[in-house]
């Protein structure tokens, strides 16, 4: 009988493992879509070129290769941030890949995965026996942390530090609740190792140390026990911000700080508060503030019914979303002092929902477990899954309809990133004027367009980076590869003091080619180098018809360059592509005459 017993126990086991083996990996599948969404995202749309702060970096890899790098190289300041930790691990991806930059993002997404994995381990210390509502609330959760609407991090490697501050900020939670067996001293000095590199991570990482509070308020024991790790606590981040402002210089640029501005355009301040907040979710027919407030309005009001309550069990369970939630808002009250000078546009900056984001990922994590909280007594209905399921549901949506917008975004990232790099790879066959010149393509990449050649040659000679030295021209192409429409090409040649300035424009095309020019070069006369840049990038539907290609429909370029390039007289000015493939450069028809006069 045992036996039998036994063996109808295996059985039913069996059968219930099999039952539940589908529905689980229905669950896994739900869960990757939005990670999956986002690596193809950051495949099609990240270009390996250095982008605007990354530059700062060429100087801290020469001085490694060339031995000069010290403690002060990694402990200097970065406008008001110490990038500490991030510029160890730039210069560690940096020379294990000769500075690929696409390997930054994917360690953005790694640091992603680590953060949600974290918060889901979290959440399953309060796991309810509803396992839908469970689910529903942290597939959500999900859809937030690798939301598209991040878009400006997730294709810029420099942002690494964001996304690690985030990790450190969850992983010093993690430590407090998770390894329970580990005595409450253990505990806490992991937690307080993280919140160091957050701190020396960028500036707004020393607001973890304050967000944790009600974490290590929250840890078992006595009131004596919780009031000194409180202050023990509290210390730490005073060493940690002691340290952090030795040495401080405030960035001369950051002159948009003014409290008395702040107090007496108080609904501007708040406003921009708002939608800091708000455009976590996305641009869309609801104002961003007006969501904002409901985030925060929910927040607040959580805070004030919790802590109300810390003998309660509550408490123990909520706190580490509180502190979540306070580390989102601190850094958007630090940020609107800080940032609400540059207006309201400024706050809808998509780099800033990296972290606002987790105020709302706060939000979601206490009212999953206040619902059941309410109705505990009651019979088991189904509207309680309702509101799970369509908050769920509601935000998911969002998400997909704003990830439309964020693909868009990321193609334009991806198209003026792809003609900058292009341009890198022809600097040192641009005569110094054209790198300096305003408009250039150079600006797509780096606004400081005459450093780029002396940080090319770095790059060059620590082998990161390859440039076009040899040249080749093509000057009469068998096919047609484009046309300088003007100034049209004339007997009489267009006569221009070197004061003014002269504008060239036509259209370019790679015939036969499916990958299109990104820009045009300009040289005059019999030089062999180039004396002006122009992006391949306006519409030319005449183009297109003519030629019967949708791919020229914006072939179109158009440039203005000062006649003090030029020497005085009369000389041609000529068009060219490159065909990278070919490493030539290939003549476009037209030779307009022009002549310089002082």
């Known amino acids: 009988m045992n036996k039998i017993s036994k063996d109808t126990e295996k059985i039913s086991l069996l059968n219930k493992i099999n039952k539940s083996l589908p529905s689980k990996i229905c669950l896994l599948i739900v869960y990757l879509l939005p990670f999956t969404l986002l690596l193809w995202f950051v495949t099609a749309f990240s270009v390996n070129v250095p982008f605007w702060d990354e530059w700062a970096l060429v100087d801290y890899f020469n001085a490694v290769v060339t031995g000069n790098a010290t403690l002060g190289y990694f402990w200097a300041q970065h406008n008001e941030h110490r990038l500490f930790f991030p510029r160890l691990i730039f210069?560690?991806?940096?020379?294990?890949?000769?500075?690929?930059?696409?390997?930054?993002?994917?360690?953005?997404?790694?640091?992603?995965?680590?953060?949600?994995?974290?918060?889901?381990?979290?959440?399953?210390?309060?796991?309810?026996e509803d396992r839908k509502l469970f689910h529903s609330f942290n597939i959500a959760i999900c859809v937030l942390i690798f939301s598209l609407v991040q878009h400006e991090n997730w294709l810029w490697g420099f942002q690494i530090a964001w996304f690690l501050i985030n990790t450190c900020v969850i992983l010093s939670i993690f430590f407090i609740f998770v390894p329970t067996k580990l005595l409450p001293k253990w505990r806490l000095s992991l937690a307080a190792v993280c919140c160091t590199i957050a701190s020396f991570s960028c500036a707004?990482?020393?607001?973890?140390?304050?967000?944790?509070?009600?974490?290590v308020v929250s840890i078992e024991g006595s009131l004596k026990q919780k009031r000194m790790r409180t202050l023990i606590w509290i210390l730490l981040f005073v060493l940690s911000a002691?340290?952090?402002?030795?040495?401080?210089?405030?960035?001369?640029?950051?002159?948009?700080?003014?409290?008395?501005?702040?107090?007496?355009?108080?609904?501007?301040?708040?406003?921009?508060?708002?939608?800091?907040?708000?455009?976590?979710?996305?641009?869309?027919?609801?104002?961003?503030?007006?969501?904002?407030?409901?985030?925060?309005?929910?927040?607040?009001?959580?805070?004030?019914?919790?802590?109300?309550?810390?003998?309660?069990?509550?408490?123990?369970?909520?706190?580490?979303?509180l502190s979540l939630g306070w580390y989102a808002t601190l850094f958007s009250m630090i940020t609107t002092v800080g940032r609400a000078g540059f207006g309201i546009e400024q706050a809808t900056s998509s780099r800033y929902s990296t972290v606002t984001t987790l105020l709302v990922v706060s939000v979601l994590q206490i009212?999953?477990?206040?619902?059941?909280?309410?109705?505990?007594?009651?019979?088991?209905?189904?509207?309680?899954?309702?509101?799970?399921t369509f908050l769920a549901g509601f935000l998911t949506v969002v998400f997909v309809m704003h990830s439309l917008n964020a693909i868009a975004a990321g193609k334009e990232s991806w198209e003026r990133r792809i003609r900058g790099a292009a341009c890198l790879e022809l600097i040192q066959v641009l005569e110094k004027s054209a790198t300096e010149q305003f408009n250039n393509c150079l600006e797509l990449i780096y606004?400081?367009?005459?450093?780029?050649?002396?940080?090319a040659k770095t790059l060059d000679k620590l082998d990161f980076r390859e440039f076009l030295t040899t040249l080749s021209f093509v000057t009469t192409p068998q096919e047609n590869y484009g046309y300088i429409d003007i100034p049209a090409t004339a007997a009489q040649p267009v006569i221009v003091s070197k004061k003014d300035s002269i504008e060239f424009a036509g259209w370019a095309i790679l015939p036969q080619k499916q990958e299109q020019p990104k820009?045009?070069?300009?040289?005059?006369?019999?030089?062999?180098?180039?004396?002006?840049?122009?992006?391949?990038?306006?519409?030319?539907?005449?183009?297109?018809?003519a030629l019967n290609s949708s791919l020229y429909q914006k072939s179109g370029w158009s440039v203005n360059v000062s006649p003090s390039l030029i020497p005085t007289g009369e000389t041609v000015v000529k068009a060219w592509v490159y065909d990278s493939k070919l490493k030539q450069f290939i003549k476009l028809n037209g030779e307009p005459k022009i002549k310089v006069v002082e």
């Open 519 to 545: 820009v045009v070069l300009l040289s005059y006369g019999t030089n062999q180098l180039f004396l002006a840049n122009a992006v391949v990038q306006l519409d030319r539907p005449d183009v297109a018809k």
């Open 204 to 215: 707004h990482g020393l607001l973890s140390w304050l967000a944790l509070i009600p974490s």
């Open 367 to 388: 009212w999953r477990l206040m619902l059941p909280r309410r109705r505990k007594g009651l019979t088991k209905s189904p509207f309680r899954l309702s509101k799970g």
């Open 242 to 321: 002691t340290v952090y402002f030795i040495g401080y210089q405030k960035p001369s640029h950051n002159n948009k700080l003014d409290i008395f501005f702040l107090l007496e355009q108080w609904q501007l301040t708040l406003k921009y508060l708002l939608t800091l907040i708000g455009i976590s979710i996305g641009k869309g027919v609801i104002p961003s503030y007006i969501i904002g407030l409901i985030i925060l309005g929910n927040f607040v009001f959580f805070n004030g019914y919790i802590l109300t309550r810390q003998d309660s069990k509550t408490f123990s369970k909520v706190a580490p979303w």
């Open 447 to 455: 606004p400081f367009t005459n450093q780029l050649a002396e940080l």
């Open 91 to 128: 210069l560690s991806l940096g020379f294990i890949s000769k500075w690929n930059i696409k390997l930054e993002m994917y360690f953005s997404l790694l640091l992603a995965i680590i953060s949600f994995c974290l918060i889901y381990k979290i959440a399953s210390l309060s796991q309810q």
